[in-house]
């Protein structure tokens, strides 16, 4: 079993930054990836990215792509959500994941949830 604890979060006007952070513990050395995911009122999950913990190769939809960077610290086992040049439309509940399964574009396979955290970006 992996736990997902995850830090950040809050309030951001528009064009500002936030990190989030989500640091596992348990069994990590079966992780193949970390994301993170969103949720907007009244909007379906929405992937927003993953890093490989092997390597830090990243992937990241294109809603956020050149705004958003992820980032692991494989001795802290935690990794980085760094969100710059927030918009709006980026409020929304994030949640971090992990999961076994290989393959960072995929979405539908994450085991492991984070509690998830309020951003806000105002205007």
């Known amino acids: 079993q992996v736990q997902l604890v995850q830090i950040g979060g809050g309030l951001v006007q528009a064009g500002g930054s936030l990190r989030l952070s989500c640091a596992a513990s348990?069994?990590?050395?079966?992780?193949?990836?970390m994301g993170w995911f969103r949720q907007a009122p009244g909007k379906g999950r929405e992937f927003v990215g993953a890093?490989?913990?092997?390597?830090?190769?990243?992937y990241y939809v294109n809603s956020v792509k050149g705004r958003f960077t992820i980032s692991r610290d494989t001795a802290k086992n935690t990794v980085y959500l760094n969100m710059n040049a927030t918009k709006i439309e980026d409020t929304a509940i994030y949640y971090c994941?992990?999961?076994?399964?290989?393959?960072?574009?995929?979405?539908?396979?994450?085991?492991?949830w984070g509690q998830g955290t309020q951003v806000t970006v105002s205007s």
């Open positions: 348990g069994r990590t050395s079966d992780l193949y990836a």
């Open positions: 890093v490989a913990m092997s390597g830090g190769t990243t």
């Open positions: 994941a992990a999961k076994r399964a290989i393959g960072l574009r995929f979405e539908d396979d994450y085991d492991y």
